[in-house]
């Protein structure tokens, strides 16, 4: 399981996917709703319809669910209950580390490569 808001779609994002279908059979892509989206005005800038429909049409991605919860792992975790759960190495701390630990799920997070949808979109404004 992979988990984000994933809006304008990127290489990022996709090498985010390849790496964690490396660990498991199945990719479970856990999406931020639209009422979750915390990116600041215009975003996302695609809705979760239109988010969830370029993500199943991923050769790699085998499942898209969406949070309908603040709190979405409480949500996805606990339904889904992963044997693996990546993200991108950012230096934060996932506030999902205890339920993660608590479920004995493994976590492994993927070197972030230089790749944003916000430094995205800056360099587009700025062109």
């Not at 399981?1 to 790496?19: A, I, K, P, R, T």
Request: aromatic share 8%.
């Amino acid at each position: 399981m992979c988990h984000g808001v994933f809006d304008v779609l990127h290489y990022g994002h996709l090498y985010l996917f390849q790496e964690a279908k490396k660990h498991g059979t199945r990719l479970i892509i856990s999406m931020v709703g639209d009422n979750f989206v915390r990116k600041g005005p215009g975003r996302p800038v695609f809705n979760e319809r239109e988010r969830a429909a370029m993500l199943r049409a991923l050769r790699v991605v085998d499942q898209v669910a969406i949070t309908t919860a603040v709190e979405w792992w409480e949500e996805h975790l606990r339904r889904y209950t992963p044997n693996v759960y990546v993200r991108g190495d950012e230096g934060k701390v996932l506030p999902e580390a205890e339920l993660l630990a608590s479920l004995r799920v493994k976590t492994v997070l993927i070197p972030r490569i230089d790749y944003s949808t916000t430094s995205i979109a800056d360099r587009i404004k700025k062109s």
